[in-house]
Each structure stands twice: as structure tokens, then as C-alpha cells.
């Protein structure tokens, strides 16, 4: 009998015991939080890099397309050989359609290239060098 009150009479946990434990989940938050604001800044560059890699094959394709053109109307070629295309030009000739005389002399309209222009997730702005390499200005690599 006096083993049955004994346990009856412990019931909540010590000073030491919660202390242990607040310990604890002290070391487990210094050590997650920082991987955790870390992995935003990855996943933000990782899809900084996949939104240039989309944008380099619609620069491709709109090259192409612009090859393509026969008649007497000019467009806008990006990747020309003379400069950069700034961010604002960029997005507007990928998201406009393009009127192109392919070799079969049958005028046309092709387009737009990209229904929906990405976006960088830390804000920057992409552009276009001469070579069709699409770059940002928050990530460099």
C-alpha cells in the first residue's frame, strides 16, 4: 500500500526537468533557423535561375522567328550583336506577337512567345546581352 501512494503523490514535472527541456529546443532553434532563412534566399535563386533558362529559349525561338521574316517590316531582333536588351524591352517583345513572311511567302503571326513574362523572386529585372544570354541583376550566377 505504501507503494501505491508514493507514485500518487508525484504527479508534474520538476524545475530541473523543464529547464532540460527548454534547453533543448534552445539549441534545436539555433540551429534550424538559420538553414531555414537560408533555404528562401536558395529557392528564390534557384528559380531566378530556371525563369533565365526559360527566358533564354524564348529568346531563341523569337531569333528564330525574327530569321524568319521576309518581308518589309522590321522587328525588333534580340541578340543582335550591337547591345543589351533592357528589362522593359525584353519583356514586351516576348509577350507581343510577331508578324513574320516565313520562306513559303504566306505573311503571318506568330505569338506571343511567353503568355506570362516570369518574374525574379528577389526583384530583379532581366536582360538580354548580345548572344541571347538572359541575365538578373540580383543574381549573378
Do not use: W
Not at 65 to 88: F, L, P
Amino acid at each position: 500500500m505504501n507503494l501505491f501512494f508514493k507514485f500518487k503523490e508525484e504527479n508534474g514535472f520538476t524545475l530541473v526537468e523543464l529547464l532540460i527541456v527548454i534547453a533543448i529546443l534552445a539549441v534545436l532553434a539555433v540551429l534550424a533557423v538559420p538553414r531555414f532563412i537560408n533555404m528562401q534566399a536558395d529557392a528564390a535563386a534557384k528559380a531566378c535561375l530556371s525563369n533565365r533558362a526559360s527566358l533564354e529559349t524564348a529568346v531563341e525561338q523569337y531569333n528564330y522567328y525574327a530569321s524568319q521574316n521576309t518581308s518589309g517590316t522590321t522587328i525588333a531582333t534580340i541578340g543582335d550583336g550591337t547591345s543589351s536588351i533592357a528589362a522593359d524591352t525584353l519583356k514586351t517583345d516576348l509577350t507581343t506577337a510577331i508578324d513574320y513572311t516565313p520562306s513559303t511567302g504566306t505573311a503571318t503571326s506568330f505569338g506571343p512567345i511567353m503568355k506570362t513574362y516570369p518574374t525574379c523572386g528577389s526583384g530583379g529585372a532581366y536582360k538580354a546581352d548580345k548572344d541571347g544570354k538572359v541575365s538578373c541583376d540580383k543574381h549573378s550566377s
